[in-house]
């Protein structure tokens, strides 16, 4: 499939669900965002943070959504953040977030395969969360542009959900965990009935396509572009709106990981 293709149709998708995401928080993450002491990032996102030294450095939230992410990394001590997305209608969200912290964030739509290569070298710290990885149709590619946004000793900082999980049927916690694809299945995904993982309402969406990349994939992926893998753990948090099932009915599997790579030179 064609990157640029895929990528713009994923695009529309996001763009039809923004609006749908909007009405179910936008206006209490406005109010929440008011408070200066408040974060939603994960414990283990603010102590890996931490670890890497974030105060103070310059910090690319990739795929950033609403940017509710990156505000809150700026309110460590982050100096230059800048969120960059492929959806307008996030990024609009995200800079009615940033003005309700008074967070000095910057937010760029574009497709992340099309990055302007002004945005070279410019970032100490690339950040990616929940729900980016698998909507990438070339992961290799997809991790050279993180590298490139790095400066040489930059850190690339990883929590996602892990991709065992993509195997697996979504579902509410009662809901019979089903496996529906091989792991190692290499064929697209195509989703129809809307990306709205806050209500779970299903509508006629836009097509939206997504990949499974195994953990290997990734961590190769991070690997082939000259990085060095300088942390990596798998953990049995549920980070993602889906597979409520899986948390629920099976112990002691996987569901997230974090992955922290660094630049050479």
């Known amino acids: ?5 895929v990528t713009e149709a994923n695009r529309e998708a996001w763009e039809e669900a923004a609006p749908r995401h909007a009405a179910q928080n936008q206006k209490n993450l406005v109010t929440s965002f008011r408070d200066p002491a408040f974060s939603l990032l994960e414990d283990i996102e603010v102590v890996r943070l931490k670890a890497i030294g974030i ?18 990394v700026k309110r460590m ?10 959806a307008q209608g996030f990024v609009d969200q ?3 977030l940033a003005e309700a912290a008074q967070a000095d964030c910057e937010f760029v739509c574009t497709n992340i395969y099309d990055m302007d290569p002004a945005h070279q070298g410019c970032f100490d710290v690339v ?10 149709p070339d992961l290799q590619a997809f991790f050279d542009i993180l590298g490139n946004l ?3 000793g930059g850190v690339l900082f990883i929590h996602e959900h892990h991709p065992i999980l993509e195997m697996m049927k979504p579902g509410d916690p009662d809901d019979p965990v089903e496996f529906e694809l091989s792991y190692f299945d290499k064929n697209p995904y195509v989703e129809t009935g809307g990306l709205d993982y806050y209500s779970g309402e299903t509508y006629d969406a836009k ?8 953990m290997a994939e990734v961590i190769m992926a991070g690997l082939q572009t000259g990085m060095a893998v300088e942390h990596f753990e798998e953990r049995p948090q549920h980070i993602s709106n889906t597979w409520w099932n899986v948390e629920k009915q099976i112990d002691g599997f996987p569901m997230s990981y974090t992955l922290i ?5």
């Open 77 to 86: 001590g982050a100096a230059r953040c800048v969120g960059f997305d492929g």
């Open 94 to 96: 995200a800079r009615e």
């Open 207 to 214: 097509p939206a396509t997504s990949f499974l990349h195994t």
């Open 261 to 265: 790579l660094r630049k050479q030179g």
């Open 150 to 152: 790095l400066r040489p």
């Open 1 to 5: 499939m064609d990157t640029k293709d």
């Open 55 to 72: 105060e103070g450095k310059d910090v690319a939230q990739v795929c950033c959504n609403n940017g509710r992410e990156l505000i809150c």
């Open 127 to 136: 950040v990616i969360t929940i729900g980016v990885i698998s909507w990438m």
